[in-house]
């Protein structure tokens, strides 16, 4: 049937087809001069059809090339259809369209294309639905920076003052002023108790306990610093 269409009817179908109209619906992958379209494009070129891309930009003007695979499903479907049929569908983009998406291949694309625009809408709403959620997430997070790290910021420049004074406190340098400042004051002391023996406010024994318990202790600081002095030089 395919080849009697195409063959022996070649030349009783040519003077219909080239009143067919110049604008055609079919898409450039079907129409286009390349190596992969079938050789029944070339049997309508040679009995004069001129096929010319869409004007317009219809829906099925922007199918790429058709794999061969699918081409020949497609022409096992166009083989039994008729002259005015196949006219019709060469000038009737409401009948090419209707063609067109009874084809498997474009039902199943349509199919992925809703499938996927209906879970980037589910997403879309998932997404609005959370936005109060973030909204108070973010408050929140507004409120911790506003308040709790002040506080916390607060505090931790105290203990690093602390931390600052016991160091400051704990130097060598401290340390050796603290022992010469220990040192003064018993020196002091000791000088006033023997002032007091001088001026007898005070007995022999009272003066010789308190006077050698004041320059042992003399004597230890000005040990100590001496050690602290010569191990830090």
């Given at each position: 049937?395919?080849?009697?269409?195409?063959?022996?009817?070649?030349?009783?179908?040519?003077?219909?087809?080239?009143?067919?109209?110049?604008?055609?619906?079919?898409?450039?992958?079907?129409?286009?001069?390349?190596?992969?379209?079938?050789?029944?494009?070339?049997?309508?070129?040679?009995?004069?059809?001129?096929?010319?891309?869409?004007?317009?930009?219809?829906?099925?003007?922007?199918?790429?090339?058709?794999?061969?695979?699918?081409?020949?499903?497609?022409?096992?479907?166009?083989?039994?259809?008729?002259?005015?049929?196949?006219?019709?569908?060469?000038?009737?983009?409401?009948?090419?369209?209707?063609?067109?998406?009874s084809l498997d291949q474009v039902k199943t694309q349509n199919k992925v294309r809703d499938d996927l625009?209906?879970?980037?809408?589910?997403?879309?709403?998932?997404?609005?639905?959370?936005?109060?959620?973030?909204?108070?997430?973010?408050?929140?997070?507004?409120?911790i920076r506003t308040t709790e790290l002040a506080a916390a910021q607060e505090r931790l420049n105290e203990?690093?003052?602390?931390?600052?004074?016991?160091?400051?406190?704990?130097?060598?340098?401290?340390?050796?002023?603290?022992?010469?400042?220990?040192?003064?004051?018993?020196?002091?002391?000791?000088?006033?108790?023997?002032?007091?023996?001088?001026?007898?406010?005070?007995?022999?024994?009272?003066?010789?306990?308190?006077?050698?318990?004041?320059?042992?202790?003399?004597?230890?600081?000005?040990?100590?610093?001496?050690?602290?002095?010569?191990?830090?030089?």
């Amino acid at each position: 049937m395919f080849k009697s269409f195409w063959g022996s009817q070649e030349q009783q179908a040519s003077p219909r087809i080239q009143e067919v109209p110049q604008s055609s619906w079919y898409p450039p992958s079907v129409v286009g001069s390349n190596s992969s379209r079938p050789s029944t494009a070339g049997s309508a070129s040679s009995s004069g059809l001129n096929v010319q891309r869409p004007l317009d930009h219809s829906p099925s003007s922007s199918i790429g090339p058709v794999p061969p695979s699918e081409a020949s499903s497609i022409i096992f479907l166009l083989k039994d259809k008729s002259v005015d049929e196949l006219r019709k569908l060469l000038s009737d983009k409401d009948a090419y369209n209707q063609f067109l998406h009874s084809l498997d291949q474009v039902k199943t694309q349509n199919k992925v294309r809703d499938d996927l625009r209906n879970e980037t809408l589910q997403l879309t709403r998932e997404n609005l639905e959370k936005e109060p959620q973030i909204l108070e997430l973010r408050n929140q997070c507004r409120i911790i920076r506003t308040t709790e790290l002040a506080a916390a910021q607060e505090r931790l420049n105290e203990l690093q003052m602390k931390k600052d004074e016991t160091l400051k406190f704990y130097s060598p340098a401290a340390l050796l002023q603290r022992l010469q400042e220990a040192m003064n004051k018993t020196d002091v002391e000791s000088e006033a108790l023997y002032n007091q023996f001088l001026e007898k406010e005070i007995d022999l024994n009272t003066f010789i306990q308190r006077y050698k318990k004041l320059r042992t202790t003399y004597h230890k600081q000005a040990l100590t610093h001496l050690a602290a002095k010569s191990s830090i030089g």
